[in-house]
């Protein structure tokens, strides 16, 4: 247990993005082109063609693009390595629907690479406002208290990430590492052996 362990925003988040636009009365040529597009670019993503999808993103005029738009354009060039873009990006998205916290959640993973654990946490707990039960933004607020040696608090948010979802090895991972560090050497080796259940489920 030398290293702690942080889920980034790819295979979760892209589970989010498959959003089928529904119940939208479309009042001109205009709008249905953007639509078309918008859709198009979500389709490309889930089938990893990842510069079809970001070109599509781009052929809509910047200031009709939704908050959708914007996060799976930072996404897309989180993808590519390009942090700084993607940053900005995820900012468009909050700027367009400052109550997406799905956006503030890739922001704040893009803080948490970037070592910048403050500015992440600030990020985990406006998602967290937003989405109480997100086990997974618990879980990241955990790994920045870590990059802090706050171990208490991490402890806390590793409690609750597994409170919200109890089938994950990597929360129990975090936790007999965190306790650990608290000098807690009972507790450890509890959560551990939990995490080796878990990972021997996922085995089988």
């Not at 200031?63 to 354009?73: G, Q, S, V």
């Not at 109550?99 to 690479?113: E, G």
């Not at 997100?134 to 802090?148: E, I, R, S, T």
């Amino acid at each position: 247990m030398d290293k702690f362990l942080t889920l980034s925003y790819n295979k979760i988040m892209k589970k989010f993005l498959l959003i089928i636009l529904t119940g939208i009365i479309l009042t001109s040529p205009v709008i249905a082109e953007e639509t078309a597009e918008s859709e198009q670019a979500k389709l490309l993503y889930a089938d990893n063609n990842i510069e079809g999808s970001f070109n599509a993103l781009l052929a809509i005029p910047e200031d009709k693009r939704t908050a959708e738009n914007w996060l799976l354009l930072g996404n897309l060039l989180q993808d590519k390595g390009r942090n700084d873009d993607a940053i900005f990006m995820y900012t468009q998205a909050i700027l367009k629907d400052e109550k997406f916290y799905k956006a503030h959640y890739n922001l704040a993973n893009c803080y948490l690479n970037d070592d910048k654990p403050n500015m992440a946490i600030e990020e985990y707990k406006k998602v967290l406002k937003l989405r109480p039960e997100y086990a997974y933004a618990h879980y990241n607020l955990g790994c920045a208290y870590l990059k802090l040696g706050k171990y208490r608090k991490a402890k806390n948010a590793f409690l609750d990430a597994a409170y919200f979802k109890n089938t994950e090895p990597d929360f129990y991972y975090n936790l007999a590492y965190t306790y650990k560090k608290l000098e807690k050497p009972k507790d450890a080796q509890a959560y551990i052996e939990i995490y080796n259940k878990l990972m021997e489920n996922k085995i089988e």
